[in-house]
């Protein structure tokens, strides 16, 4: 008798708005479902929307990013119903991935530091380093490049926190010496088998080419930030070694080590 298929929650934390994010998400968990020859099924859970939460009988977790502030939302009955959620998978110590919004989302409910509005929005195809050997990042350079798309930062680390639950920076933020500023925490590894991300790992080249593309998000981005910002981002997504790696390895990794898969 064949093995049941790997068992995926997704919880899409988009609040209804237009996304690439969960389209990628899906699409690297088939394409990985094909590489590894293993069956899935995945099943999406609309927080923000529906307040609706996976329960503890999956075999793996990932939650997405999405818009809006980390702070304000801490009384709102799907926050409460997240948070609750995430000391759940804690203790029963689950395979889950946080991505940017979820993962801020997060760091305020475990105090692991600061966060905190960015002096300027951030978006673009950026460098982010690894600070430790972790499977997260086999295959992967430093920097490697991931998709930034962020107006909160975590930043001022809670060393004592980070200590009592036995979690560790994996990552951090682009280098740049010229900006006397703090670098922002760009992933975590809460415990085994839970880490967070302040990137978009899932990230593919051509959604991603599209979605910039398109006619109101493309003149946003020039009147905000210049036509060179543009032209610098829709340049750096062809380049198959940027974000169209990290998408094809990132995700991958983690979904290997949290089903004891040897890597290669």
């Not at 799907?78 to 989302?105: A, E, G, R």
């Not at 975590?188 to 959604?207: L, W």
Request: aromatic residues 10%.
């Amino acid at each position: 008798m064949a093995n049941p298929p790997i068992s995926i929650a997704i919880i899409d934390m988009y609040d209804g708005n237009a996304n690439v994010g969960m389209e990628c998400i899906v699409s690297i968990l088939n394409q990985w479902s094909v590489k590894r020859k293993l069956p899935i099924s995945y099943c999406i859970f609309k927080l923000r929307e529906a307040c609706a939460i996976p329960d503890e009988n999956f075999d793996i977790y990932i939650s997405s990013g999405g818009p809006g502030s980390p702070l304000d939302s801490k009384d709102e009955p799907w926050d409460k119903k997240y948070t609750h959620w995430l000391d759940q998978m804690m203790v029963l110590s689950k395979p889950v991935f946080l991505i940017c919004h979820s993962f801020q989302l997060a760091c305020r409910h475990f105090n692991l530091g600061t966060i905190t509005l960015r002096k300027s929005r951030q978006i673009g195809i950026l460098p982010i380093h690894p600070l430790t050997e972790d499977v997260i990042f086999n295959g992967l350079e430093d920097p490697f490049y991931a998709l930034e798309s962020r107006e909160y930062q975590i930043i001022a680390p809670n060393d004592e926190a980070l200590a009592k639950m036995g979690a560790s920076i994996i990552a951090l933020e682009k280098i740049r010496p010229q900006i006397p500023l703090e670098r922002a925490i760009m992933a975590i590894r809460f415990n085994k088998n839970m880490i967070g991300v302040q990137f978009h790992p899932e990230g593919e080249s051509a959604a991603l080419e599209g979605f910039f593309q398109e006619g109101i998000l493309k003149n946003k981005i020039i009147e905000e930030f210049g036509v060179e910002k543009w032209d610098t981002i829709m340049s750096q997504l062809v380049d198959p070694n940027k974000i169209q790696k990290t998408a094809s390895t990132f995700i991958p990794n983690f979904l290997d080590s949290a089903l004891q898969i040897p890597l290669n």
